[in-house]
């Protein structure tokens, strides 16, 4: 059975369900921290599940030979190296829901916090000062809240205020229309929300395009007075030029629940007028624990025993349910791709798919996936589904996926198309009994299974040819174990598939392709 290291602090219900789903688990709460000795032994195990403690760079991913899948219990993913995971065929999976409202309500108890200066006002009168006109605040109520991203916590936050009778406007580029009607937000760009909003609460992931969002040009551009509230990730806001502000008053208030560096010993922030920090809080209530270390388990677990992707980062999502309907197409996809990958033979210039009939209903992102990883793999070898998608994007190549209701002659029909040397190779299949089945290549209708080894010959339909091609396998003592022909019409361009048991040598293949009525010639390994 897969066995799985727990190298963070994780709830020990989420032990139980890895044992109680039949997994091996190794718990090292302590380890995270050792890189060494997590370098050490993470070849053992073929599952990882982390919290913030455990950095997974990219030495410790060389180093896990039989790795199948890290989780991390949180949102947060920046302590994974995901392109060399990806890169390794490694699925990295977190837990987006599990802490959504824990780290929701902790943005708005900042919100009210620096609105209120509440931090401050319980030292003063916890020191026996009373000084109530110190601590004027200011009503949330009717004011302007500007979400710079509203996806699935940002979206919590905004319900929590409309609640309280705030008006909400929200910078995101991937928030439709509908969906901000929906939620009862704003969508606006992100100059007209610093232009409008009261206060500023931020929900975006720490990337090149979002880091210092609030930069010293944006926060310049802010009303003055505006409160600014960071519980998302350190680094989105110019911690320097926040400080300056704050000075000022041009900022009134501001509270951070994460820093660009943390654990945050220090910090051009402290000690600034009217500034309240946490130490990273936003999931720390017992609930999101629990829930956040429940869900890597189930979701690990599901992905180990029967392939079902839930919340990957690197790899298109498979439901539990999905996972049997998607297995016999995934099979033929990927030898799919494996024959369209082995008849590239001037460089793979463009990709088309199209899905027909039944299997165009199902979830197609991970069918792809096993095209792609089959197609890439004569070429490049250390090729999977994760990684496939990620090197084909990588290298340039244009990839269109296309769908049809209905297929002419099978329930489903999987059919690609490969530009190699400027001209397009086609060849389609099916799924018959749960079997996977050739049932077309170069627009000629023909039915053959994948055989382990396969010669392709694409030749002219005159006679003699296959009586000549079967001498010649004869004479090199290789036994024909399958025949399969097609052709565009009597004495046209044609095909035979030809399944064989030994190996067909480069002399041969080279003797085939002499053969006058011979056009082109492979030998295919399935």
Known sequence: MPKVLISDELSEAAVQIFRSRGLEVDFQPQLGPDAAKL???????????????????????????????????????????????????????????????????????????????????????????????RFMGVELYAKT?????????????????????????????????????QIGVEKVELDELLDRADVISLHVPMTEKTKNILSREALAKTKKGVIVVNAARGGLVDEAALREALETGHVSAAGFDVFTVEPAKENVLFGAPNFIATPHLGASTNEAQ???????????????????????????????????????????????GAFAGQIVDDGLEEVEIEYEGDVAKLNMKPLTASVLAGMLRPLLQDVNVVSAPAILKERGVPLTESTREGSPIYDSLIRIKVKTGGKWRSLAGTVV?????????????????????????????????????????????????????????????????????????????????????????????F
């Open 145 to 181: 809240l500007g979400l710079i991203g509203c996806g699935n916590i940002g979206g919590i936050v905004a319900d929590r205020a409309l609640g309280l009778k705030m008006k909400v406007v929200a910078y995101d580029p991937f928030l439709s229309q509908e969906r901000a009607v």
């Open 39 to 133: 370098k050490e032994i993470i070849g053992n195990y073929d599952g990882l599940a982390i919290r913030s403690a455990t950095k997974v760079k990219p030495d410790i991913i060389a180093a896990a030979k039989n790795l199948k899948v890290i989780g991390r219990a949180g949102i947060g993913v920046d302590n994974v190296d995901i392109p060399a995971a990806t890169a390794r065929g490694i699925v990295v999976m977190n837990t987006p829901f599990g802490n959504s409202i824990t780290t929701a309500e902790h943005a708005i108890a900042l919100m009210f916090a620096a609105a209120r200066q509440l931090a401050a006002a319980d030292v003063s009168t916890q020191a026996g000062k009373w000084e109530k006109n």
């Open 290 to 336: 629990e829930n956040v270390a429940l869900q890597v388990a189930e979701q690990m677990s599901d992905y180990l025993l029967t392939g079902a992707v839930t919340n990957a980062l690197n790899m298109p999502s498979i439901t539990a349910e999905e996972a049997p309907r998607l297995k016999p197409f995934a099979a033929l996809a990927e030898k799919l």
């Open 433 to 525: 009994a749960g079997q996977p089945k050739i049932a077309e290549v170069k627009n000629m209708q023909l039915e053959a299974h994948f055989h382990p080894v396969m010669l392709f010959v694409n030749n002219s339909d005159k006679p003699g040819f296959i009586g000549a091609l079967g001498t010649m396998l004869a004479d090199a003592k290789i036994n024909i174990a399958t025949f399969h022909l097609g052709r565009e019409a009597e004495g046209q361009d044609a095909i035979a598939l030809v399944g064989v048991d030994q190996v067909v040598t480069d002399d041969l293949l080279a003797r085939i392709k002499a053969l006058p009525q011979v056009r082109y010639a492979k030998v295919l390994r």
